[in-house]
């Protein structure tokens, strides 16, 4: 009983791996998604989108393209 609580106790390396992937991954995502949302936005700010998109309020068309980094994205992350 011993051999089955310790064997249960003790992580596999594979997802020790998988910990310390999605440990820098999460982040690095988050900063992505940030940096995107930062770029649409300063487009926006300084006119540069299509007038023909019909924008109108470029922090929702830019948070938009942020949450739409972290909703593809994450998943994976999470996943590992």
């Known amino acids: 009983v011993k051999l089955v609580e310790t064997a249960q ?3 596999a390396p594979i997802q020790r791996f998988a910990d310390e992937v999605s440990a820098m991954f ?4 988050v ?3 940030l940096l995107t949302f930062l770029a649409w936005y300063s487009a926006g700010c ?3 989108y299509d007038p023909a998109w019909g924008v109108q309020d470029c922090f929702t068309f830019s948070l ?4 739409a ?3 593809i994205a994450c998943p994976c ?4």
């Open 9 to 11: 106790m003790a992580k």
């Open 26 to 29: 999460v982040p690095v995502v």
């Open 31 to 33: 900063v992505l998604a």
């Open 46 to 48: 300084l006119g540069w």
């Open 64 to 67: 938009l393209f942020g949450i």
């Open 69 to 71: 980094v972290l909703v």
């Open 77 to 80: 992350a999470l996943g590992l």
